[in-house]
């Protein structure tokens, strides 16, 4: 029975598996674990330079154990990293984590951790998580992934009893587009040193998210 | 002078295709315009119709009208894709003329033309489109008419219905109608008064029948026996079968025929033929 | 002046060839249309390329106001082809057939005339734009759809539905300028030239001497900005995110002086030649 129970734990509890896990941590993965279901309305801002897009509006909605689902009437981008709220992401494979002492923003005193996936299947090598301790909640998030870049996330919350995010500023990595020259629109003025030294710019995205409708367990 | 052309002058490229000519013309009155091709006949008429302008001379056309001359030039130009009434609908409406079907009617009537014909003018015979050119130069009432070698390429049948239209013309609506060819057939029938152009210069005018009769020195004379005449003896003849062609004035043809008689030689026919050099040589100061 | 107004736009539609022109200009709307929806899947997948690492998509740009303005990029060398064509040859027509004479022999103003052939000209253009315009989007919207237009201008530009629906319209009115200028061109071509061919070779020749000067790049000078050919891709800076509202207005002023030149210079010639 006892084996079974075990067993069973194991299955069935991936954050089990890890060794070293900072207690805080596993606490704040708890609290977002007893989220089974929530919906919210999200506004996006693109801070791209060579991206002018105006708000867009989105309903996203999520159910523990299956991806986030975004829809919206008009056509939307929705990055890839930064909505994953229940960390589910950073734990899904084995990992350990390592302290990193405090950090302060804006006056704040967070817990700084590092968690490195020890299985080579991870998509990230790297993550730095800044814990909200008092709050039981994450404020920051910086992940080094293998192949898209580096992804930092910025967590704003209403007030101290929120568990989700009411703003999350995603910076990320893009490269800058090339077109072939004549290709669509008006000729572009063609500037060589932009041209040579464009590569990799950052850009952000901020995300307003509102009239969260949450279910626990 | 209904319209009157003077002293008229034009040159395209150093080449003098007028040199001071001039035309004039009267109230019902038919004028015509003899010249080989080439002449400066057409010229002349784009000239009295205001659309080529003169080096020296002036053109005047008495006439209270709106429109003081209609005319056409080398052949009727005409809406070839439009029907008949919309032919004069459009010609008539930018000239602020009445284009009410019963107007149309009334045009179309008054140079012979069917009323029930709808389909394009392109389908139409040159005969026709002639009377439309015709029908459309008549609208809004000029004063004169200037017809550009009319009876080119009609048939003769054509000819004569056409011939007869410009002599109505002129009669009741009193017209002055200037046109040209280069057949005098056709032109002697009908005219009053003839000008004879040559190189660009009137070489000749005055009444058609006295410029004919006078330029006339040859008489075809068809009768049996014609060659045994002795009447004929006193003039220069040339016989072949039963006629004889005679070079005899006007005057004396009268005196022949009845010796001609008196020798019991009776004709069937006495068909002038004008001396074309001599009408054609230049007599006019 | 009204009554050869009307009779120029009567003329213009009982003439088998105009309508030939509208039937080839809808299919060549047409088949830019289906053409500009597998283009567009191309062009979307290059200028997206990049982005698709960071982001997922949700909603599809390959919409009807994409393809709208696809269209327009194609459409302003298609469209002013064939209008020369048409416009040019209401005048050259008449030379040919010389109904032109016919009419001057009637107490018709010389410069009333022509200048209403080209008021019939100018109203014409406009209504075939219109024409085209309302086709373009009722068969865009109606098999793709709206949504988010995107265009590449420098920078990646998202315009919403509704702001993009604007934007076109915007397009399509100074397009219609450049067609007007166009339109203009050609009559006074058929004034100098009088002969269908010939006046066809020299306005197409006009046509390709302008888009390719359109690209040459005359520095940072006046000529750069008030050559006629210059003026003809106004309609894009409607793409920029915000609009330079000055320089449209400017442009679209100047192209309206170009054509009013160009239909001076034709009416005193005209006035002055000989018909016959």
Known sequence: ?217 | ?285 | MKALIKAEIFKLLRQSKTWYALAALLMIEGVILFSAYFQGKNILDILLDNLKKSFYFEGTLLNGNLLVYLILNTLWFHLPLILMIIVSGSLTAEYKDRTLQTIMLQPVSKWKFILSKYIVAIGFTLAVVGMLALTSFTLSYGLFGKGDLIVYLNTLNFFPSGDAFVRLQYAFVSGALSMVFFSVASLTLAVIFREATKTWIVSSLFLILSNLLLKVDFGDTIFNRVFFAKLNDTWQNFFYFNINWTLVYTNSLLLCGYSLLFMAIGILLFHKKDIG
């Open chain 2, 1 to 285: 002078m209904i319209i009157s052309g003077n002293d008229l002058s034009k040159s395209y490229n150093q080449r003098k295709v007028l040199d001071h000519v001039s035309i004039g013309c009267d109230a019902g009155e038919i004028c015509g315009l003899l010249g080989a091709n080439g002449a400066g006949k057409t010229t002349l008429f784009k000239i009295l119709l205001g659309l080529v302008t003169p080096d020296t001379g002036t053109v005047a056309v008495r006439s209270a009208s709106n429109k003081k001359i209609g005319g056409i030039i080398e052949g009727p130009a005409l809406y070839e894709y439009l029907n008949a009434y919309e032919n004069l609908k459009i010609f008539g409406s930018i000239q602020g003329v009445d284009v009410s079907k019963k107007a149309l009617q009334q045009c179309l009537e008054s140079v012979g033309l069917p009323q029930d014909r709808l389909d394009p003018v392109r389908n139409f015979s040159l005969g026709m489109k002639q009377r439309l050119g015709i029908a459309i130069a008549l609208l809004n009432n000029p004063a004169c008419l200037v017809l550009d070698e009319p009876f080119s390429g009609l048939d003769p049948l054509g000819v004569a219905a056409l011939r007869n239209l410009v002599v109505d013309l002129a009669a009741q609506h009193q017209l002055a109608i200037i046109l040209s060819s280069h057949i005098i057939e056709e032109l002697s029938k009908i005219c009053h008064t003839l000008y004879v152009i040559k190189e660009g210069r009137m070489v000749n005018q005055g009444p058609a029948q006295e410029l004919i009769t006078n330029n006339t020195t040859t008489y075809t004379i068809c009768a049996d026996n014609i060659e045994n005449s002795l009447a004929l003896k006193a003039y220069e003849t040339r016989f072949k079968g039963s006629c004889a062609h005679i070079h005899i004035t006007a005057d004396r043809v009268p005196e022949l025929i009845f010796q001609l008689h008196e020798e019991g030689i009776y004709i069937s026919s006495c068909v002038p033929e004008l001396n074309m050099e001599k009408l054609f040589e230049t007599t006019a100061p």
């Open chain 1, 1 to 217: 029975m006892r084996w079974r129970l075990l067993l069973w734990g194991l299955l069935y509890l991936p954050a089990s598996r890890a060794q070293g896990i900072d207690p805080d941590l596993l606490k704040i993965k708890n609290r977002m674990d007893s989220i089974v279901q929530f919906s919210a309305s999200l506004k996006l801002n693109v801070d791209v330079s060579f991206i002018n897009m105006p708000a867009k509006y989105a309903r996203m909605s999520y159910t523990k154990g299956k991806p986030l689902k975004f829809s919206s009437e008009d056509f939307v981008m929705i990055p890839k990293r930064g909505l994953d709220f229940s960390l589910n992401s950073l734990m899904e494979f084995p990992f350990i984590t390592v302290p990193r002492g405090e950090e302060i923003r804006n006056g704040k005193t967070y817990k700084a951790i590092n968690i490195i996936p020890t299985d080579k299947r991870a998509d990230f090598s790297i993550a730095m998580l800044l814990l909200d301790i008092k709050n039981n909640r994450v404020a920051e998030t910086e992940i080094n992934t293998k192949k898209d870049g580096t992804y930092n996330l910025l967590l704003q919350y209403e007030n101290s009893s929120k568990v989700l995010p009411s703003l999350v500023e995603v910076n990320f990595e893009i490269e800058k587009i090339r077109i072939p020259l004549n290709f669509m629109g008006k000729d572009t003025d063609i500037d060589r040193k932009k041209m040579r030294t464009g590569g990799s710019k950052s850009g952000k995205i901020f995300l307003q998210i509102s009239n969260y409708l949450i279910k626990y367990l």
